[in-house]
């Protein structure tokens, strides 16, 4: 018998976090079905492409109670399985029969297995292995043609990121797009390991190895001990409506998620669209048109501040001439 307060509790932790209702029902259906562990997937949008979000649900091994403590977030490059999919990988087996080597949901896993030097594998993809479709074979070691569609994924299989939950609190669906996508995201919410609540803005590790569970570490910037200052940078642009609060806040709570937020910017008397993006590990924020195309900032800083950082950039090079002796 399910608990009413346990699926209530999954719901709300689900809506908190900014999945649809349509998981929260299929979550809520296969929980009566009295399924102990199951995966749900949903399709976000990004900026440029979507992403294909798993979330795991599971049991206790003690009570009735489900519980949902991680999500796992990838980019789909253009392709993606529909639920209930899954990738089916056929080796040969001792005699030189092919069979099942592996069947798993993660494109990464069943391409790296393909990839390994054999003469004969089949690689794909269906509700069962009886009614699979073949995305891509080697035969006698050649490889054959790989589908248009699918050819970015196999050079470049997407990884995806872990994020784990605790009872509601973590990253939210959007907040994990926006980190995937490479910027940074605000959290007030955050606990040291020796149990201390900090603030800081996070931002995902691209430049460094992943771990040894194939995720991105994260880099965290401490509010307020690292000095990026969101408020006053964004005083010191003529944006337009600053001194409404709705307008104000709603940029500045589009920023802490790690969204691109939309700005009205004076420049040469005009009123110009630009797209604000929080970069706090270098203190700064930087600026796109609405084709996504950068923009530099001193031609929408106000005059005093913009010819203030001319001359700051005018001095380093000085100094760092005098050191190299030009």
Known sequence: MMN???????????????????????????IALGITAF????????????????????????????????FEIAQTKGWSLEEGQQYFLLVPSAEGKLELKMQTHKVAEALDE?????????????????????IVEKVDGKLSQIPTQFI??????????????????????SQ????????????DDLMSQAGTP???????DMDSERDRYQNYTLNTYNDPSYGFDLKSLLGSYPINGMENRTISDGIMEALRNGDRALASIEKNGKLEPVYL???PRYLQLNLYSK?????????????????????????????VNRQMGI
């Open 277 to 279: 993006e929080a970069t």
């Open 176 to 187: 994990a797009v926006n980190l995937m996508e490479g910027r940074s995201v605000y959290r």
């Open 39 to 70: 995966t749900l997937r949903e399709q976000v949008k990004g900026l440029k492409e979507p992403f294909e979000v798993d979330l795991y649900f599971r049991q206790s091994n003690k009570s009735e109670y489900y519980y949902f403590n991680k």
């Open 198 to 204: 900090y603030k800081a803005w996070v931002k995902l």
């Open 114 to 134: 393909f990839k390994k030097p054999l003469q004969n594998a089949k690689l794909g993809f269906g509700r069962s292995l009886d009614e699979a479709q073949l």
């Open 291 to 319: 084709e996504g195309k950068s923009l530099k900032r001193e031609d929408y800083q106000k005059q005093l501040v913009a010819q203030v950082g001319k001359e700051k950039t005018k001095h380093q090079k000085q100094s």
């Open 152 to 173: 970015a994924t196999y050079r470049n299989p997407p990884l995806a990121q872990t994020m784990w939950v605790d009872r509601g609190r973590g990253f939210s669906v």
């Open 4 to 30: 009413e307060n346990n699926i209530r509790g999954l719901r709300e932790e689900l809506a908190g976090l900014g999945f649809s209702q349509e998981i929260a029902d299929r979550m809520h259906e296969s």
